[in-house]
């Protein structure tokens, strides 16, 4: 990218020359004039094409950092960064990856525990069980298009899915063996977000190198009489997702 290839700032205009600049950039890296992970201009040479000050360069940079538009490399500069894949499973009956797959995304499912226990009281709660009810408990680290994206602990109630513990799960969809070998089917969910900072443990697994937020999603699912599924909490590295929910009126 040249400094030549930016439009020029409008002096006389009210909006400040550091979001002008700002919104220059913005639309050319949202239209995808400029590659991702190209390298912007220095901050000497944006200042010195548009005679500005580093000072309004650098505030227009951080910004686009705070909007995940760019992304800076410490001592080698901005650069256009991937733009956020949105998924809607949050909004959907889709299981993650069953979404992911439907949008031609290359998914991987690695199963780290599966085993046959009784639930905590969190887990019997949200699945309403009886006093002795065990459930079979999945943790799963998943990579979209190679990317570590998301570690889910999952529990789903043993007399609905008898040797469930026993299944192979690797890179498969936990809502289709559900429904092929014990005929459930999720009928409606409810869901929970909110941003946490993970534990150690969490940051190695996903593989984080320092502590970021997280977007923790708690599900319930139920089949049509109303019987309780499956209770999942699932936390997702948000650099380079956004969820997308659809509402209706």
Known sequence: MTTSSIPMLDRDSKTPLWQQLRDKLRQQIVAGQLGVNAQLPTEAELGAAHGVSRIVVRECLADLVRSGLV?????????????????????????????????????????LHQTLRLPDAREATALSLQAGTQVTALRRLRSVDGTISVLVDTVVPADLAPELHRIRLEDKSLYEVLSRQYGLQVARAERWIDAVLPAAEERELLQIDSTEPLLRIESIAYAANGRTLEHYIALHRCQSTRLHVRTQG
């Open 71 to 111: 992304y800076k490399i410490q001592g080698k500069g901005a650069f256009i960064s991937a733009p956020k894949r949105e998924d809607d499973f949050a909004s959907t009956l889709l299981a993650h990856s069953d979404e992911m797959r439907l949008k031609g995304r290359a998914v991987r499912t690695q199963v």
